[in-house]
């Protein structure tokens, strides 16, 4: 069954097209993100999703059923949002048992979900506690307990890490893919963190200007972008654009190729100065200026020693790089 | 903490200056009290000197204790102070929901429109207002006063609170909606515990301009019944002759519940500004 169905979407907020005929479909169990600067939509997309805002046109089924006018909590849902829209007033526990109240849901009932996505995320120390005594990542854990309750055919994540700092960034991601794998509902994520994308995801959505650039799999993506901007998105280092005629292309076409494609060679292609060396431990990121004044950036496994200033030349195998037409699109046939 | 605030000597000057303004800000009230404990002539004598064993006297409060509708006007003053009170921010809180909440058509003009009684004084329309009470049978009734200053604080109390309620996430009212509560719980529940500090303030700010008002009581419900405590004072002001230690008992009275609903709303203020900033 299909937890997800978009048709033809549209979202215009007065003369502005926020959403433009988006199509889409989430199997069950699926784990898919939206992605794309900021303004893109991907937000909308997911209130209008969730019911919070209704779609200029075009029809919304979840699980089968048209929701086009169903309020937000008939809809078999739950979202997390990034400011984790906790009720101030109330514990924990109160926050996470609300929304069952509100169903009628027996007593008994809510206490055996409630206890599970306690035991689940670990909040058991915490649940007499009110949001304002705990901390970002613990409220971000009760804002998922609130969800998981619910026990929805549906979750909408909106940007849930973006208030956390690096490493409960990290920890927290972990835990909501392997939440993903012991509930097996569809989960829909908004986030304009590619790296989040790429790991979690099942199927990413890559929107802009209020439309979908490309779907598919982390890999399709990164391997087969359809068009330019979908390969310097996903990626980071982002992706080297360099004219393609100064390498012996096709003029005007732009040449794409990924900072770890690139090697650093007595005698390359690509001649230039080093203009600065990041040096991670893990990996070193050299950014070479070459004469026409185009910025590339190599990726080196390991540790790298390299002096600014000194000239280095680059080069690339034919088979890594991609060319994009002058509005962007991919030239070459794409490989089956 | 910048430098400038941990120098003691800026702290003291900033002390003293606040010191300063509060004597200047008491010192009238300071004044009607002692005074108000003193017999006619020590007050004529000495207006500055506190009651001592000879001056001390309660001839005033006698007098306006005698007086048998004083406790009348008093409850009269609460009751139009409190429901009006309660009315503006009833329907000003409503009224800011919708325009902060709802996207609908005229929304900015309405906005405007209910500002606009910020700038113009309702007493331009008293005649007006008397004939609408007339008509309806209000003269003399609490009810007209009620609506009057209900319909004289709204303008404000709408402005502020839907400023504030702007701010009020709204991620927490979706979530809200997503977990199935309704519209009147969003408001009840969640957004007027947030503004609860905008409400003290609106509450005080007009708290004190209809409990002192003598303007509406005079035209709109002189009666003996129906008389506020302004009202009631002027009993003591005659053109000729004026009972000076009744005006000032009835004065130092009058501060009372003002005060006592002032450190209940200043008490809400304080901990809306706290909790906030702990978060």
Known sequence: ?336 | MSAARRNPLNSAAAHAALLAYVAIALFPVFVIVINSFKDRRSIFREPLALPDAESFSLIGYQTVLKQGDFFLYFQNSFIVTVASLFFILLFGAMAAFALAEYRFRGNMLMGLYLALGIMIPIRIGTVAILEMMVATNLVNTLWALILVYTAQGLPLAVFILSEFMRQVSDDLKNAGRIDGLSEYTIFLRLVLPLVRPALATVAVFNMIPIWNDLWFPLILAPAEETKTLTLGSQVFIGQFVTDWNAVLSALSMAILPVMGLYVIFSRQLIRGITSGAVK
């Open chain 1, 1 to 336: 069954m299909t937890a997800l169905v978009l048709k033809d979407v549209c979202k215009s907020f007065g003369a502005v097209d926020v959403l433009r005929n988006i199509d889409l479909t989430v199997e069950d169990g699926e784990f898919v993100v939206f992605v794309g600067p900021s303004g893109c939509g991907k937000s909308t997309l997911l209130r209008v999703i969730a019911g919070l805002e209704d779609a200029t046109s075009g029809d919304v089924e979840i699980a089968g059923a048209r929701v086009n006018a169903v309020p937000p909590a008939k809809r078999g849902i739950a979202m997390v949002f990034q400011s984790y829209a906790l009720y101030p007033h109330l514990t924990v526990k109160e926050n996470m048992a609300l929304a069952l109240k509100q169903e009628g849901t027996p007593r008994d009932v809510i206490a055996a979900r409630v206890a599970e996505a306690t035991r689940m995320l670990e909040l058991g120390p915490y649940l007499d506690r009110r949001p304002a005594d705990l901390s970002g990542g613990q409220r971000q854990r009760v804002a998922i307990g609130r969800a998981v309750v619910r026990q929805p055919k549906l979750f909408l994540f909106d940007e849930p890490l973006s208030n956390l700092d690096a490493s409960l960034r990290m920890a927290t991601r972990i835990e909501i893919a392997a939440l993903h794998r012991s509930l097996s509902a569809a989960m829909i994520y908004v986030t304009h963190d590619q790296t989040e994308a790429m790991t979690l995801a099942d199927k990413i959505v890559v929107l802009r200007d209020g439309r979908v650039e490309q779907i598919g799999s982390p890999m399709e993506l990164y391997n087969n972008p359809a068009n330019r901007f979908v390969a310097g998105f996903l990626g980071a280092p982002a992706m080297n654009f360099l004219d393609a005629a100064t390498l012996g292309g096709p003029g005007g076409a732009t040449l794409g190729i990924r900072p770890e494609h690139l090697r650093v060679t007595d005698a390359g292609r690509i001649k230039g100065t080093v203009a600065h060396v990041e040096n991670l431990g893990g990996d070193t990121n050299i950014i070479v200026e070459t004469g026409a004044g185009e910025r590339v950036t190599v990726r080196v496994f390991g540790q790298y020693p390299c002096t600014v200033g000194r000239s280095a030349a680059l080069d690339f195998d034919d088979a890594d790089a991609f060319l994009f037409d002058a509005a962007g699109a991919r030239l070459v046939a794409e490989p089956a």
